[in-house]
């Protein structure tokens, strides 16, 4: 409904990248693209105190993550589960990159 007023969901759940990754954030997701093997969100917070964001349906391995705009300041990955939960720091406009593991460490896909 925040929406509705120009301002900042509550909570937005979406599909963000390859097979069907979603992402679970208090706030907004504004835009996502994908390429090669790296995922970019943009997103925006509405709390300026520290919260979780997760993610489910996370490829094998933890991504490599940076935060513009933002701070993480602590990551959970569960392989067996395929989920990410990052309790990240910021308001306001954010961009959240996920390389997958294999593009990580200098490896080929092909």
Do not use: C, F
């Not at 963000?16 to 997103?43: A, K, N, Q, S, Y």
């Not at 391995?61 to 990052?86: A, M, Y």
């Amino acid at each position: 409904m925040a929406e509705a007023y120009g301002k900042t969901p509550i909570y937005t759940m979406q599909r963000v990248g390859p097979g069907g990754m979603l992402m679970h954030i208090p706030g907004g997701v504004v835009r996502v693209d994908g390429t090669d093997g790296v995922v970019r969100i943009e997103m925006t917070g509405w709390s300026s105190n520290p919260y979780w964001l997760r993610l489910v349906r996370v490829s094998a391995g933890p991504p490599r993550i940076e935060l513009e705009g933002g701070k993480v300041l602590e990551t959970d990955h569960n392989e067996d589960r395929k989920t990410l939960n990052l309790r990240i720091k910021g308001k306001g406009p954010m961009v959240l990159s996920l390389t997958d593991a294999a593009r990580a460490d200098g490896e080929s896909r092909d």
